[in-house]
């Protein structure tokens, strides 16, 4: 299954990483990309099986490429691991496609709890 991490953070990539290593996603096939346009090519290259994305990054923010995908006609399984975690973003993502929001600071446990209906539905072939 492949997975493709999007943040501008190098250092928070790396963290998402090793908390689905955690949470015992670890057989999985993980690109990265540094903002939501770059996501984007990706994504249509690509295809990948889920997309877990921030919110607030230069170029194309997280939502700003999510709503770029739906209108694509692209509809990737698409989830956010973000410091923003108020109701109307949660309301937000959800309207524009997004199946989950996962807010820092997360831990293995709640990556799993959250992940777990998603990935353990099996990768597209």
């Not at 990483?17 to 057989?27: K, N, V």
């Amino acid at each position: 299954m492949n997975v493709l991490v999007v943040d501008d953070s190098r250092a928070m990539r790396m963290i998402v990483i090793r908390t689905l290593r955690q949470a015992g996603f670890d057989g999985l096939d993980i690109s990265e990309a540094t903002n939501g346009r770059e996501a984007f090519d990706a994504i249509q290259a690509d295809r990948p099986d889920l997309v877990l994305s921030d919110w607030n990054m230069p170029e194309m923010t997280g939502i700003e490429l999510l709503q770029a995908l739906r209108r694509a006609g692209i509809d990737v399984p698409f989830g956010f691991v973000t410091s923003e975690g108020s109701d109307e973003m949660r309301g937000l993502a959800s309207q524009s496609g997004a199946l989950f929001l996962i807010a820092k600071p997360f831990n293995a446990d709640s990556m799993r709890d959250c992940l777990s209906p998603v990935l353990g539905a099996g990768s597209r072939s």
